[in-house]
């Protein structure tokens, strides 16, 4: 009766963990509009990224060409049209931003203050079979004006040299406007941090200056291998610095950059004025520990509610903490957990103070994991809603 009991209470927590979340869109296989199905496989679409721009109500997708025949690397939703009253495993739209190049292989969609669009295009495709296809270039930083039809590109930065090397190895990135009310021009003050989970280093892009450099830091490094377990299957991944998100501006335009390791479960702080600064030493500080078993890969920090958010990669949590607490495991939350979110690969707050995340069931591994059910799932949630009576809620 005890366990019966236990069991009926751990369903209930579940269910409340997961009540307020809405369970927008998933899929098991990705069509996609305008392309023939025999040209390729749906369940070779796996996207890793996801953005909404709460303006124009567009979902924009990352979806790197890691198997073969991928039709298209971004790939765009229109979540008004495919809201929660309907379809929720809508097909997807090529992208419809004009790049001035053929793109090869995005992870991670981006979008800035001033409603570009930004993208990290790696060069290089991960499917030997694509290599003819998709001949290997140099990485470059796009970025797309969302406020224009058509969304023309008005950004390119091709990465060479010491900060173009193992372009797999990028992760999240995070990008800095220091005057979004006035800055938002062509060549405005705005910074792109990227993080390479290989190299253990934090790339910079600045785009006024048209340069980019890189910093390498013992906290960027992996603690260890962290697992990612499927039908009793265990994969082991060793990554380092894999996600960062940007904190709240003081008066001199200064912020924290958070960061941590896919492979860890401390969390780190850096002054984005040093990271500015080519050549400088980083003082990173840091911020905590989690708790045991809450490796992840993405984050992102919402001003609003002052908390971080963090998609687990192997507990199938979404947690939060409020960055005005001590970073310490008794101050650490869930706000959603279900055992069908398999792999949280990104998530992100939106302009309207929406929470979207997104599980993909892929790690960053070469064998393909096999699933019967839909694999890939994008949720949403207001963020105070989302931590309404957690602790990382401050009334």
Known sequence: MKL????LALLSLQEVLSDDVERAYEWKDIKVVGVEQSAYNPEDVIPTGVVHDAESKMLFIGIPRKFPNVPATIAELNTRIYNSGKLRSPPLNIFSGKSSKPLTSVYQPVIDDCRRLWVLDVGIVESPSERNKYPTKNPALIAYDLTKQNYPEIDRYELTGEVAKTPLG???????????????????????????FVENAII????????AWNFKDDSFKPEGTSTFT???????????????????RNEEGDRPAYYLAGSSTKLYSVNTKSLREKGTTLKPELIGDRGSKTEAIALAYDPETKVIF?????????????????????????????????????????SEGVLWFMANGQPPIDEKVVYDEPRIRVLKVNTKVAIKGKKCEIK
């Open 4 to 7: 019966i009991l236990s069991i």
């Open 170 to 196: 990028y992760g999240g990135f995070a990008v800095d406007v220091i005057n979004p009310k006035t800055g938002c021009g062509h060549r405005d003050e705005t910074y792109v941090y990227i993080a390479n």
């Open 310 to 350: 963090f998609t687990e990669a192997d507990s199938g949590k979404v947690s939060c903490w409020n960055t005005k607490k001590e970073l310490k495991s008794e101050n650490v939350d869930v706000i959603y957990s279900s055992p069908d979110f398999n792999f949280g690969t990104d998530l992100m707050v939106d």
């Open 204 to 211: 910079v892009y600045d785009m006024k200056k048209r340069d």
């Open 230 to 248: 499927h039908n009793g299957k265990q994969y082991t991944i060793q990554a380092g610095i894999f996600g960062i998100t940007l904190g709240d």
